[in-house]
């Protein structure tokens, strides 16, 4: 595993249970919409992008399926999630243009739950990146998190997720590993450790860090409006 995934891991494994304990208190005080996050959110970059979609029904119905709805990126991938089937949609040419995730029979968003969908895709070269979602109750009802924010400032009712790119640093070790010379394999007669301890990059683990990135937003959130109180 590279060493920055695995300190990643290591680190996540140390404050993820304190954030797990905050987490939904934090969606009740910031008001529970779709959030996005990235653990490299790089403009032109590939990157790990996780969704946090909440329950909000008041019936108490389950959310079964959610459409995230991509900028024509040119590559894209999910990870697997237990409990869900995931489809990917493209265009004529070829792009990624969303990917609806379906929960399988007996599963979903149960009331006053939420879940993480992470995916991995090449962001645009843009300042920033809109994700509409479209949220599916059992009961049939649909909520569209689309609207941008109103013209005179605030939050929409149902705002779109938006994640802010940043021009860099680019990341050289796992985004453009193509445009390096492969390393010679080492000698049957003496493998090096390192070739023996090597994993290969851990998407679980990323996905965990896109939602701690997440969680730790909605409890600072929280934390500074207890001290305001």
């Not at 007996?106 to 070269?125: C, H, K, R, V, Y």
């Not at 680019?170 to 492969?182: C, I, K, L, V």
């Not at 000698?187 to 998407?203: I, K």
């Amino acid at each position: 595993m590279p060493s920055r995934c695995r300190s990643r891991l290591l680190t996540l494994s140390a404050v993820l249970p304190v954030l797990a304990l905050g987490s939904w208190v934090g969606m009740a005080t910031a008001a529970a919409h779709v959030h996005v996050a990235s653990d490299h959110a790089v403009r032109g970059d590939d990157a790990l992008v996780t969704f946090q979609v909440p329950n909000e029904s008041e019936k108490g119905s389950p959310t079964t399926q959610v459409t995230i709805t991509l900028p024509n990126v040119a590559s894209a991938s999910t990870d697997v999630l237990a409990g869900w089937t995931a489809t990917l949609d493209r265009t004529a040419d070829g792009a990624y243009r969303a990917v609806t995730f379906t929960a399988t029979p007996n599963s979903g968003i149960g009331a006053q739950q939420f879940e993480l969908f992470a995916i991995s895709i090449q962001l645009p070269d843009a300042d920033s990146v809109t994700f509409p979602v479209v949220q599916t109750y059992a009961d049939g009802t649909t909520v569209h998190w689309d609207q941008p924010p109103p013209a005179g400032g605030g939050e929409a009712e149902f705002p779109a997720p938006t994640l802010a790119l940043t021009a860099g640093p680019h990341d050289a070790q796992e985004h453009h590993a193509s445009q390096t010379a492969p390393p010679a394999p080492p000698t049957p007669s003496a493998p090096s450790v390192a070739a023996r301890n090597e994993a290969p990059p851990d998407n679980t683990a990323r996905a965990l860090a896109g939602g701690a990135l997440l969680v730790g937003a909605i409890g600072v959130g929280v934390a500074l409006t207890r001290r305001r109180t």
